[in-house]
């Protein structure tokens, strides 16, 4: 007797989630769960993503809560399903993502900053073999810059650059691992991790399962 997706789940998103699940990403990429936007899709699931400096104590597969470095880079990993697809998406699956990092405060004055960020996008989907028009469409995203300056008791604290990127595609097919790791990679860059080869871990955590969109959750 075969084992198929629980009731009410499409076999695509099915797929979908156990191609994540798959996925082994570097260590300093640690991942958790966490409630999926509602309203925009039947059928979700969301992934909260750190860039720490380092591997957690303890063996590989251990629990990392207690893991006290600052995130070098944060972000968020969305998959949508749709099974009767939307226009503006010009497919069923929608992958949405944010990534955030603080940057040194010279970078602020780079004209070219915003053009540099968003080139990162494209460069980590084509380096996971995702081109566009082959592996992904209706590509989309802002990428945002904030400077912040301290005054009064804070004064001497130093500026900092706050970046994020959002970026959105549709992917060609329900195997979405491949972008997982080019989002990961993404957040990597960001932060300013190198692009090592080594230093490669299975995820530890396992997702719960999909979740039906009932009300919206807010970024």
Same mark, same amino acid.
């Given at each position: 007797? =075969?084992?198929?997706?629980?009731?009410?789940?499409?076999? $695509?998103?099915?797929?979908?989630?156990? $191609?994540?699940?798959?996925?082994?990403?570097?260590?300093?990429?640690?991942?958790?769960?966490?409630?999926?936007?509602?309203?925009?899709? /039947?059928?979700?699931?969301?992934?909260?993503?750190? #860039?720490?400096?380092?591997? /957690? /104590?303890?063996?590989?597969?251990? $629990?990392?809560?207690?893991?006290?470095?600052?995130?070098?880079? =944060?972000?968020?990993?969305?998959?949508?399903?749709?099974?009767?697809?939307?226009?503006?998406?010009?497919?069923?699956?929608?992958?949405? &993502?944010?990534? +955030?990092?603080?940057?040194?405060?010279?970078?602020?004055?780079?004209?070219?900053?915003?053009?540099?960020?968003?080139?990162?996008?494209?460069?980590?989907?084509?380096?996971?073999?995702?081109?566009?028009? =082959?592996?992904?469409?209706?590509?989309?995203? &802002?990428?945002? +810059?904030?400077?912040?300056?301290?005054?009064?008791?804070?004064?001497?604290? /130093? $500026?900092?650059?706050?970046?994020?990127?959002?970026?959105?595609? =549709?992917?060609?097919?329900?195997?979405?691992?491949?972008?997982?790791?080019?989002?990961?990679?993404?957040?990597?860059?960001?932060?300013?991790?190198?692009?090592?080869?080594?230093? #490669?871990?299975?995820?530890?955590?396992?997702?719960?399962?999909?979740?039906?969109?009932?009300?919206?959750?807010?970024?």
């Amino acid at each position: 007797m =075969t084992s198929g997706p629980p009731t009410g789940v499409p076999v $695509d998103f099915a797929a979908a989630l156990a $191609d994540l699940r798959r996925q082994a990403l570097r260590t300093e990429v640690r991942l958790t769960e966490i409630p999926a936007p509602r309203r925009v899709a /039947p059928f979700s699931v969301a992934l909260a993503g750190d #860039v720490l400096p380092g591997p /957690p /104590p303890g063996p590989a597969g251990a $629990d990392d809560h207690d893991h006290d470095d600052e995130p070098l880079a =944060t972000g968020r990993f969305v998959v949508l399903h749709d099974p009767a697809g939307q226009e503006a998406w010009h497919g069923t699956f929608r992958v949405v &993502t944010m990534v +955030r990092a603080t940057l040194e405060p010279e970078m602020a004055a780079d004209p070219l900053l915003a053009d540099v960020a968003w080139s990162w996008v494209g460069e980590c989907l084509q380096a996971a073999g995702l081109e566009p028009g =082959t592996g992904t469409v209706a590509e989309g995203g &802002t990428v945002t +810059r904030v400077l912040s300056q301290s005054y009064g008791a804070l004064d001497g604290t /130093p $500026d900092a650059v706050d970046l994020e990127i959002r970026a959105s595609w =549709t992917p060609v097919d329900a195997k979405l691992g491949t972008h997982l790791r080019a989002w990961a990679a993404l957040l990597a860059m960001a932060a300013g991790v190198p692009p090592l080869p080594d230093g #490669v871990a299975a995820l530890t955590r396992r997702f719960t399962g999909p979740s039906r969109q009932r009300h919206t959750v807010g970024p």
